[in-house]
Antibody, heavy 117, light 110 residues
């Protein structure tokens, strides 16, 4: 069973760049999409974007101008960068494996990201 | 405001059956498969149902899903205290080109 472990900066100031990384352990890194999702009290669960092993990405149009998702296959890690953050980006951020019709079947533990002025 | 619509809360007593609804549109539920996730307090969501009505290994058969048109439902039978959690529906959305979620239903076991 694949396990995801994520890490990154939890406290940011307005206009800074959010940076999180997710490591994939105990399973194949290929053949799936690797996603970032966030959860805030005001907006619930929100899909941020995804990447596959080849580096092909899809982003939520509402965040696309500020988001970059990248992958390092040698380390079996993928990363999220969200620039120009505001208080509206305060949320718990999760990484997850997306198996399409089979759903998001493995999740990271979540990282609370708080943006303050 | 979530793309998929769920009731904010539901409650039932142990042993009863509770059903949670999820309403969408032709661009998501109507044209895709539905997933359900369970989120216990302080933890990440866990996949409960995929492909409308299939359970991952390890999920009890007390949990069942169904879909009709642009709506879906999650039923939990033989309710137990440990089922108290938030439940979210999800589906691929053609307009977003990504998954969309319901706002979540908080289940209370009385």
């Amino acid at each position: 069973q694949v396990q995801l472990q994520q890490w990154g900066t939890g406290l940011l100031k307005t206009s800074e760049t959010l940076s999180l990384t997710c490591g994939v352990y105990g399973g194949s890194f290929s053949g799936d999409y690797w996603s970032w999702i966030r959860q805030s009290p005001g907006k619930g669960l929100e899909w941020i974007g995804e990447i596959n092993r080849s580096g092909s990405t899809n982003y939520n149009p509402s965040l696309k101008s500020r988001v970059t998702i990248s992958i390092d296959t040698s380390k079996e890690q993928f990363s999220l960068k969200l620039n120009s953050v505001t208080a509206a980006d305060t949320a718990v951020y999760y990484c997850a494996r997306d198996r399409g019709a089979q759903g998001l079947d493995s999740w990271g533990q979540g990282t609370q990201v708080t943006v303050s002025s | 405001q979530s793309v998929l619509t769920q009731p904010p809360s539901a409650s039932a007593t142990p042993g009863q059956t509770v059903t949670i609804s999820c309403s969408g549109s032709s661009s998501n539920i109507g044209g895709s498969t539905v997933k359900w996730y369970q989120q216990l307090p302080g933890t990440a969501p866990k996949l409960l149902i995929y492909n409308n009505d299939e359970r991952p290994s390890g999920v009890p058969d007390r949990f069942s899903g169904s879909k009709s048109g642009t709506s879906a439902s999650l039923a939990i039978s033989g309710l137990q205290s440990e089922d108290e959690a938030d439940y979210y529906c999800a589906a691929w959305d053609d307009r977003l080109s990504g998954p969309v979620f319901g706002g979540g239903t908080k289940l209370t076991v009385l």
